[in-house]
Nanobody, 112 residues
């Protein structure tokens, strides 16, 4: 079954860091715009960061300077490095290929 598989979530204290990974299994990302979204309880899904096939990046204002999206096409993987995490970053994080293919999500909880 073709799918995107996220990993790297977990529980971290405020100010901590996590790196999320999204790997295509039967889905190839090399020529696609990839994105990370997140959904907090009771809230709509929010676009967090995007990276084009030429590695141009964009971020929602609330994560600029703290999160970095990157890609390794040889590994068919996209990453989201999250630094200086805040409690409001708590959410399920999803990766997406072109807004059409989605992973199952990985939980990120920022709490002391």
């Amino acid at each position: 079954q073709a799918q995107l598989v996220e990993s790297g979530g977990g529980l971290v204290q405020p100010g901590g860091s996590l790196r999320l990974s999204c790997t295509g299994s039967g889905i190839f990302i090399r020529f696609s715009t990839m994105a990370w979204y997140r959904q907090a309880p009771g809230k709509q899904r929010q676009l967090v960061a995007t990276i084009t096939s030429s590695s141009s990046t964009d971020y929602v204002d609330s994560v600029k300077g703290r999160f970095t999206i990157s890609r390794d096409n040889a590994k068919n993987t996209v990453y989201l490095q999250m630094n200086n995490l805040r409690t409001e970053d708590t959410a399920v994080y999803y990766c997406s290929k072109e807004g059409r293919d989605w992973g199952q999500g990985t939980q990120v909880t920022v709490s002391s």
